[in-house]
């Protein structure tokens, strides 16, 4: 992935999806929003207490950026379930200008011009295209979707609506590294012991990046199709909001992605 000043903003974008010049996509850093304080400065959630009226600014900012229509901006609503919704003509704005009734943490869209978003602070983003069948997803997974697989399950349905796994191009976006997600042995154990290695104190150091990427690649999805960035948002606190890396205080990055039609 690179880094590339747009408009105002900063954004990461991979290479996976260099070839499909229809396909719009980026994961978003702190830089070029209107926030304030802890949430400064492109704060994208309205989940994190920041003021609503800057989160809308921001999203209008990050889809002007991009040349985006932002009043079919449509996003997940980040609750750690491993619930999929598919954005159709009926509900083109959900989880920005109306509201999903339950939590949503991977949405899914066949439209042309709709650009959805997945948010994180921490937690892994990822934004797939499948190319065959015209079809783009949002994905947010913390450990718990980790654990639920949810990556897993929205390839799966892509698959479902008759995609080849060949054909799946796939960004997992920047997240907490293992260099710092330390976790319990209860939240541990609930994972292969080859995404954790064992501290003193009886801590964990837990790798969801590579989790994620291999139940991926398990569905047989060709590994050159599946971006890593490999950043830390801990460690590039600066650059990114981190739950950890501001005491569960901070702003909300996303990870977008967009069918032009």
Known sequence: ??????????????????????????????????SKGQYESLSLSP???DDIECVHKNEEILCDSLDLDYSRLSSTKQEHTDNIEIINKENIGIGVHSQWGKGVDAVITREKNVPILCYSADCVPII????????????????????????????????????????????????????????????AEQFDEKYYTAKDGGK?????E???????????????NISVSGICTKCNNDLFFSHRGQGGKSGTLGGIICIKG
């Not at 590579?210 to 050159?224: Q, R, T, W």
Request: charged letters at 25%.
């Open 1 to 34: 992935m690179q880094i590339r000043k747009i408009g105002k903003i900063s954004l990461y974008q991979s290479k996976v999806f260099e070839k499909f010049p229809k396909i719009v996509h980026g994961f978003t850093t702190r830089e070029g929003g209107v």
């Open 47 to 49: 989940y994190r207490g």
């Open 128 to 187: 797939m295209y499948a190319s065959d069948i015209e079809a783009i997803a949002a994905i947010h997974s913390g450990w718990k979707g980790t654990q639920l697989k949810i990556a897993e399950k929205t390839a799966k349905k892509l698959i479902e609506m008759g995609a080849n796994s060949e054909n799946i191009y796939t960004a997992i976006g920047p997240c907490i590294g293992k260099c710092c997600y330390e976790v319990s042995g209860d939240v």
């Open 204 to 208: 964990y150091m837990l790798d969801l």
């Open 210 to 224: 590579k989790a994620n990427f291999d139940m991926l690649l398990n569905l047989n999805i060709p590994e050159e």
